[in-house]
């Protein structure tokens, strides 16, 4: 099993930035894929962004494509969600997730491991 910790989120104005990390521990030899999703009040959960954990490839949701970058550091077992250009719609709680095995990148159900998540808050 792999545990995950997201850190840093917080409160931003519309245009500002911030920068999550997510921090894995425990069968982390196992790691295919880390994706980051959020979930919004009253909203489905969504895809964000996912990186590739050994050859570092990067998948992003339109509505962050240009804004966010997701990259990884694979001796200290972290995955990062810059974000840039934020705006009041990404306010959210971003949950860091890890995918052992096959599946879609883009779908909750492929991902074996979920964080607790960390609340964004961009105001207008």
């Known amino acids: 099993q792999v545990r995950l910790v997201e850190s840093g989120g917080g409160l931003v104005q519309a245009g500002g930035s911030l920068r999550l990390s997510c921090a894995a521990s425990?069968?982390?030899?196992?790691?295919?894929?880390m994706g980051w999703f959020r979930q919004a009040p009253g909203k489905e959960r969504e895809f964000v962004a996912a990186i590739t954990w050994t050859g570092g490839t990067t998948y992003y949701a339109d509505s962050v494509k240009g804004r966010f970058a997701v990259s990884r550091n694979i001796a200290g077992n972290t995955v990062y969600l810059q974000m840039n250009s934020l705006k009041p719609e990404d306010t959210a709680v971003y949950y860091c997730?890890?995918?052992?095995?096959?599946?879609?990148?883009?779908?909750?159900?492929?991902?074996?491991?979920w964080g607790q998540g960390t609340q964004v808050t961009v105001s207008s």
């Open positions: 425990g069968r982390t030899f196992n790691l295919d894929t």
């Open positions: 997730a890890a995918k052992l095995g096959g599946g879609t990148v883009a779908a909750m159900s492929s991902f074996n491991s």
